[in-house]
C-alpha cells in the first residue's frame, strides 16, 4: 500500500512499491507538520503496543504435522479496542502486520469510532488448505492469540484470505474456552451468530456515499454524472449499483479480464458481480469492452478504483482524465501518482474516509453483539449514512480550513483526534 503525498514530485526515486510500514510512517510525519500535536506523542505513535508472534500448529489431511506463523500487532487503543482484520495470505509479515495496524488507528479515527488499529494473520496460502484444515488452523491461531485479543481489548475481522465462516470459527473456538457464548470477539460474522444485517455491503456502499457527496461538492449533480469503476467485486458492485441506482451513469465496470463499456450506462444490476458469477463482467452484452488500463484513463465525473492497490501510478497519473477519484480499494494510488493528481488539481479521496463504511457497519455489528440486540437493515444503512456524513464533513472543512487535499484532511482528523486523546490521557508512569 502505498498513499500520501510526495512533498516534492522531484523525490520519485523513492520506491512505488514502498511497504506498508514505511507508508504508514511516512503518512505520520507528513500529517504531523500540519497538526498541533506534541513531538512525543508522534514518537509515541510511530511504534506499535506490541505485536505477538505465534506458532500455529496444523495437522494436515494426511496426518502430517506443519508449523505456520501468525501475528497480530496492536498499534494503539487510547480511544478504545484495537480493531482490525486477519488475514491468511502467503506474503504476512510482522511488518505488514504494523503497518496496517497504524493504517487502522487512522481509518477508525476520521470515523470518529471508538476504535484504535491492529492487524493480523497467518503466513500461509488458503488455497493450499482443505476446508476442515482452514477450520483446524483457525481454531488453533484463536487460541493462540487468545490473551491478547477480546471483546473489549482487541476485535479481528476478515480480510484477505479470511471470510465470514472464519470469523464463525474464530469465535466458537474463543467462546468455548471461556465457557460463553462472545459473539462481541471477532465482526464479520455471519448475521445467525450476532453479525450484521449489510456488513458485506457496508464498503461499497459508503464509496457510494462519499461519491455522491464529492459529487456535490464539486457543483455535479449525480444523476447526470457518469461513473467507471475498476473492480467488480464486493466493494466495486455495491457502489457501482447504488449509484446507478441514484441517477449516475455508469459506464465501466471491470473485473481482472477487462471492462464492459457502455457511453449511455450500464445496467450494473445485469452485470454479474464477482460474488455473483466470478471473473464474468466481459460476459456482459456491451457495446464495448476496455482494458483495465483504459478505464482509468475514461473522461468519467467519477473514477472508482475498487480492485487492487497501486494502480495509479507515476506512468498513468497524467492520463487520468475523471474530474474526481474515490479510492474503493485499499491504497490504489501510489505516493507519485497523489502527488501528480494533486498538481493536475484532480482531487483524490482517500481510502481510510471513502471504504470505512466496512469497520463503521464492524463497530455497529459490536454494539449489536454486546447489546444482545439486532438491528434491521434499516436502521444500520440510516446510521451508516449519518457516520459517513459527519466524517465527510469533517475532513471538509479542515479541506476548506487549511487548503490541503482531501488524503492530507482526512489523516490531520484522524491524528488530531489520536492527539488529543493521548494528551488527555497521559503519559503513564
Ligand atoms: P473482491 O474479491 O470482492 O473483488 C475484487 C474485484 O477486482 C473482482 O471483480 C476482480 O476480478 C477484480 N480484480 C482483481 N484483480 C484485478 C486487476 N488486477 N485489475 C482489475 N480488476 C481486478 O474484492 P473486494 O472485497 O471488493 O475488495 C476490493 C478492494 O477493496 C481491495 O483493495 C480490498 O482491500 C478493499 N476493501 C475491501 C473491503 C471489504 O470489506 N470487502 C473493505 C475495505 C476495502
Known amino acids: 500500500m502505498a498513499t500520501n503525498t510526495l512533498d516534492d514530485r522531484e523525490e520519485d526515486d523513492y520506491s512505488e512499491t514502498e511497504s506498508a510500514l ?22 509515541r505513535l510511530k511504534h ?51 503497518g496496517l495496524s497504524m493504517w487502522m488507528t487512522w481509518k477508525c479515527a476520521v470515523m470518529d469510532l471508538p476504535f484504535g488499529g491492529a492487524k493480523g494473520g497467518v503466513v500461509v496460502n488458503p488455497k493450499d488448505l482443505s476446508t476442515g484444515e482452514k477450520e483446524r488452523l483457525t481454531r488453533r491461531f484463536a487460541e493462540e492469540i487468545r490473551d491478547t485479543i477480546g471483546p473489549k481489548r482487541d476485535i479481528p475481522a ?11 470459527w474464530f469465535m466458537d473456538a474463543y467462546s468455548m474456552q471461556e465457557g460463553e457464548t462472545i459473539p462481541g470477539v471477532v465482526t464479520g460474522k455471519p448475521p445467525v451468530i450476532g453479525g450484521s444485517e449489510g456488513r458485506e455491503e457496508a464498503p461499497g456502499r459508503s464509496v457510494a456515499i462519499i461519491a455522491r457527496e464529492a459529487l456535490q461538492y464539486y457543483d455535479i449533480d449525480v444523476d447526470e454524472a457518469t461513473v467507471a469503476v475498476q473492480g467488480f467485486g464486493s466493494v466495486g458492485a455495491n457502489a457501482a449499483r447504488l449509484l446507478d441506482d441514484w441517477g449516475a451513469d455508469v459506464v465501466a465496470v471491470s473485473d481482472v479480464n477487462g471492462a464492459a463499456y457502455d457511453t449511455t450506462g450500464l445496467d450494473t444490476h445485469a452485470v454479474p458481480s464477482h ?11 456491451a457495446p464495448n469492452m476496455l482494458t483495465n488500463e483504459e478505464v482509468l484513463e475514461l473522461d468519467v465525473d467519477v473514477l472508482i478504483p475498487a480492485a487492487i492497490g497501486n494502480v495509479l501510478t507515476a506512468d498513468n497519473a497524467d492520463d487520468v482524465q475523471a474530474d474526481i477519484v474515490v479510492e474503493g480499494a485499499n491504497g490504489p494510488t501510489t505516493s507519485a501518482a497523489d502527488t ?22 464492524s463497530y ?38 487549511g487548503d490541503v487535499s482531501w488524503r492530507d484532511a482526512a489523516y490531520v482528523v484522524a491524528l488530531g483526534r489520536v492527539g488529543e486523546a493521548k494528551a488527555s490521557r497521559g503519559l503513564w508512569p
Request: charged content about 30%; hydrophobic content about 35%.
Open 364 to 401: 455497529f455489528e459490536w454494539l449489536q453483539d454486546i447489546n444482545r440486540r439486532q438491528w434491521s437493515l434499516e436502521r444500520v444503512n440510516d446510521e451508516l449514512e449519518s457516520h459517513m456524513l459527519s466524517a465527510w464533513d469533517d475532513v471538509r472543512r479542515e479541506v476548506e480550513a
Open 48 to 98: 506499535p503496543t506490541r505485536v505477538v508472534e505465534v506458532g500455529v500448529p496444523l495437522k494436515r489431511d494426511d496426518g502430517s504435522v506443519e508449523v505456520f506463523t501468525g501475528y497480530r500487532a496492536q498499534h494503539d487503543d487510547v480511544r478504545g479496542p484495537y480493531k482490525g482484520g486477519l488475514r491468511f495470505h502467503p506474503d504476512v509479515t510482522a511488518e505488514e502486520c504494523v
Open 158 to 168: 476478515p480480510d484477505m484470505g479470511t471470510d465470514a465462516q472464519t470469523m464463525a
Open 22 to 43: 514505511e507508508t504508514a510512517l511516512r503518512q505520520l510525519s507528513a500529517a504531523a507538520t500540519q497538526v498541533d500535536v506534541d513531538d512525543g506523542i508522534i514518537e
Open 340 to 361: 501528480i493528481l494533486e498538481e493536475r488539481d484532480v482531487p483524490v479521496i482517500p481510502d481510510i474516509l471513502a471504504n470505512a463504511g466496512g469497520v463503521t457497519v
Open 275 to 285: 460474488e455473483e458469477q466470478p471473473e464474468a463482467v466481459m460476459q456482459y452484452d
